[in-house]
């Protein structure tokens, strides 16, 4: 199954090329994910973007979801595509300057982040909503979500910055030819352990584990309001019912969209844990046996980015709100 390519370059070097059909269907897939996420976050944009739906906080929050995972999409997700059908000595993006390792790793790590924490405040404003009557009239207003977007998107960018200064070094007395660039990506000239999995640990908390946790909490609040209202609703009698048909209706649209932000919280854990496990644990186990490593690590990527492609499923929490 390996078509296994050998070069033979200067000052004794050799060059070892591994191809595979799983590699070959992954970097397919990344195209696929590409195409199939941006016309999807885009088409989410624009509904969004809507009037009517902008008098709600959490769409604002959607919409910036959908900006976030637009932007992943271009980063790790299109190096896979790249570095197994495209380039023809399996470089990665970032192996191309120190330019494009940098603003390629920190385009990563931030719409990753920032994709998870706006996410996040998609599942604790709809808790507040349904716990506080009155949340959406005071911190909760809509002229209020942009503030803490913005705030949120500053604490993200700033504490990733490090990577426009830090990451990455050009080796000394070193002549690219063919596979290599001379330039090294995700460490440091005096640590190689910068990046993978020092700084990954850090991304690992801020990406999965605390919006994690705190969409959680935040579900497992909505799941008991809900309960307990599905209760209460069971005991009205018929006429009640039948005077409160147009407020029902609505109660029944704001579980619906209850259910599918809920399944897109879990969606988002179940997608994008595995990947982090990998980097954090697994990484640099991996790191001579190349055929092993590449398959596991686009296999984890197309599950993760997956995630970041589905925000069709947004378009259908829109349609429940009209």
């Known amino acids: 199954m390996w078509n296994r390519t050998e070069f ?4 004794d070097e050799s060059i070892i090329l591994y191809r595979h059909p799983i590699l070959y269907g992954a970097a397919i897939y990344a195209l696929l994910l590409i195409i199939i996420g941006t016309i999807g976050n885009v088409l989410t944009i624009v509904v969004l973007l809507r009037p009517n739906l902008q008098r709600y906080t959490t769409m604002r929050y959607l919409i910036a979801v959908a900006v976030a995972d637009l932007c992943s999409l271009y980063s790790w997700n299109l190096n896979l595509f790249y570095k197994h059908l495209i380039n023809h000595y399996q470089n990665d993006l970032e192996d191309g300057s120190m330019i494009a390792c940098r603003i390629v790793s920190f385009i990563a790590f931030v719409s990753l982040q920032l994709s998870s924490w706006y996410l996040t405040l998609v599942s604790v404003d709809r808790c507040l909503n349904i716990y506080f009557l009155l949340w959406h ?8 979500s942009i503030y803490i977007i913005f705030s949120v998107t500053t604490a993200i960018i700033f504490l990733n910055l490090h990577l426009l200064f830090l990451n990455g070094y050009q080796q000394s007395n070193c002549i690219p030819f063919e596979k290599r660039t001379c330039f090294i990506c995700y460490a440091r000239l005096e640590d190689r352990f910068y ?3 020092k700084w990954e640990k850090i991304h690992l908390v801020v990406y999965n584990f605390i919006p994690f946790t705190i969409m959680f909490i935040s579900t497992c609040f909505i799941i008991r309001r809900s309960a307990s209202s599905a209760n209460a609703q069971r005991r009205l009698t018929i006429d009640m019912r039948k005077d409160s048909l147009q407020c029902s209706s609505r109660r029944r649209k704001q579980r619906q969209l209850t259910r599918i932000l809920l399944s897109v919280t879990f ?6 844990t595995p990947i982090m496990i990998y980097n954090v644990f697994f990484r640099n186990r991996l790191r001579n046996r190349k055929p092993l490593k590449y398959i596991v690590q686009a296999l984890l990527l197309c599950t993760q980015y997956t995630s970041h492609a589905v925000s069709l499923l947004e378009l259908f929490i829109c349609d429940q709100n009209k």
């Open 137 to 144: 009239r005071q911190i909760g207003r809509t002229s209020y």
């Open 8 to 11: 033979s370059v200067p000052i």
């Open 195 to 197: 990046i993978f999995p």
């Open 267 to 272: 969606l988002f854990v179940f997608l994008t």
